[in-house]
């Protein structure tokens, strides 16, 4: 750890270098573009998928790669503000996911109706 | 002028577009209520783009999470799959396209985006925005600054109405606690 620690200074120092500079926003317009084809590569599949199970990957995935395109846009906006609300969907999305996989494995909500 | 905003705006509202027409067309309504959950993900992510962060918020927690479980819900108490319909109807699809074409009319006259002399930076008093900073201790966004504190007790109110009325459905809705209920479904289970 102590010899650790230089580095990651120096590597604090570079990052803060690059706040806000040309390099920064070319990083993250670009990983924001891979970050969309990740997306429409996943709803191709959620269009295309056979079963329940594939549907289900391919939404989970478009709900992770929506919270990753929000940090890729805070970051190009400067803005330390949305990084909450990528949080807020990531919940979302784990809440959604339950439901609908609560609702493929027992067809119903109403637990006790179920015979 | 075309930038990387733009490129993240023409690509989400791409997909949007494509999310939209697979949920008219599928007729499994399983995956049509997937579809509608990846639909407001991707509007809620525009608005974003667009510094609405107020109305993403909204949206993620209202279209993806809340509206998902109704449909689910909905879901349960009917059937999997819609009837299928072979025939091409033209006048639905007329009226359709003439409603659409109409409201992309009305969209004409609009103010452009981000437009400094549009109405709505003009008519709610410019002391808004020249006030809100010290008024909310340096709280950034305005429209959050509005409507989360200058309408403060409208909101109040509001919650409040909402919460009577969905006590008072619960309360209409609400199974009675049967003892003979129960003792026919104990009945069941034992034959």
């Known amino acids: 750890m102590v010899e650790a620690a230089p580095m990651l200074v120096a590597a604090a120092e570079a990052v803060a270098a690059l706040g806000g500079s040309r390099q920064t926003e070319w990083m993250c317009a670009v990983t924001a573009m891979a970050i969309l084809v990740t997306m429409t590569l996943a709803l191709v599949r959620a269009m295309l998928g056979p079963t329940v199970f594939d549907r289900v990957l391919a939404l989970n995935m478009f709900g992770t790669k929506t919270v990753l395109l929000i940090c890729v846009v805070d970051f190009l906006l400067n803005r330390n503000d949305f990084l909450d609300l990528a949080l807020l969907y990531s919940l979302m999305n784990f809440i959604g996911m339950v439901a609908l996989l609560r609702f493929t494995e027992y067809g119903s909500f109403g637990g006790d109706r179920i015979r | ?191």
């Open chain 2, 1 to 191: 002028m075309i930038n990387e905003f733009t490129m993240i705006d023409v690509a989400i509202l791409t997909l949007l577009a494509a999310t939209a027409v697979t949920v008219a067309r599928i007729r499994d309504l399983w995956a049509a209520i997937m579809f509608t959950g990846i639909y407001s993900f991707l509007s809620a992510s525009w608005m974003l783009s667009l510094d609405a962060p107020d109305v993403a918020f909204t949206e993620a927690a209202v279209g993806a999470g809340i509206a998902t479980v109704l449909f689910l819900c909905t879901l349960a108490l009917t059937g999997k799959n819609e009837k299928r319909f072979p025939r091409f109807s033209p006048v639905p699809f007329l009226v359709v396209t003439i409603t659409g074409a109409v409201l992309v009319y009305g969209t004409l006259d609009m103010p452009h985006f981000g437009d400094p002399d549009a109405p709505v930076h003009q008519y709610p008093s410019p002391s808004f925005v020249e006030r809100s900073q010290d008024d909310m201790h340096g709280l950034p966004n305005v429209v959050t600054a509005v409507l989360a504190s200058y309408r403060g007790y409208d909101t109040m109110g509001e919650t409040a109405v909402i919460f009577t009325a969905g006590t008072a459905v619960i309360l209409i809705l609400r199974k009675e606690e049967d003892p003979d209920d129960k003792a026919d479904g104990s009945e069941e289970e034992a034959a």
